[in-house]
């Protein structure tokens, strides 16, 4: 294999996230749905980033809302991530990397409450070499300090890993700092092409 690291995003990589999916778990109401979707997700970036604090931010959003939906909102900012459903050919895949003795790492966007709570609920995540969430570093990819951290903190060198990640502005920053990568698609087939697996 041209690899000895094979680094993974999360979202859409090794879980689906979708999240107007997730909101319809709570809301069945169009009205509702809107309400909800415009006072949560306009600071989901920001929440990825850490640059604002979750339960703060949790709490500013409950407290502007309709009294009817207090409650639904609460519920959504403490247990949304149970809706992220697993790719399971993503899952086989990293069973049988770790199986050839290859070293898996993950670099993801995610809040803190996510990074808290993740190997509890995506045991897959225990197979890991080393895990990088950006909220509790208050950086997000594409930003290259993130993709740096990764490579300085498990000693790395880019060009002995290979990325995976659903948006090309993400591989493409990995790209600019020496670490190839594709664009995943859930195409698994493709991914072990392009590393010679």
Sequence with gaps: MKYKNIVFDFGNVIGRFDA????????????????LADAIFKNWPALDAGTIDYDQTA?????????????????FYTNWFQYISPLTDTWDFIHELKAAGC???????????FAEV??????????????????????????PSIYQYL??????SPKKCFFLD??????VAGQALGMDGIV????????KN???F
């Design 59 to 75: 709490t500013e959003t409950i407290t502007e809302l309709p009294d009817s939906l207090k409650d639904i909102a609460r519920d």
């Design 166 to 171: 659903d948006l090309v502005e993400n591989i």
């Design 20 to 35: 107007d999916y997730i909101l319809s778990q709570y809301v069945h109401s169009k009205e509702d749905f809107t309400i």
């Design 103 to 113: 070293s898996i790492y993950l670099l993801s966007n995610a809040s803190t409450r």
């Design 118 to 143: 993740a190997k509890h609920y995506y045991p897959i995540l225990n197979e890991f070499d080393g895990i990088v969430f950006s909220a509790p570093l208050k950086l997000a990819k594409p930003d």
């Design 151 to 156: 490579f300085d903190t498990f000693h790395l």
């Design 184 to 191: 995943f698609t859930g195409d698994i087939q493709a991914v």
């Design 194 to 196: 392009a590393i010679g």
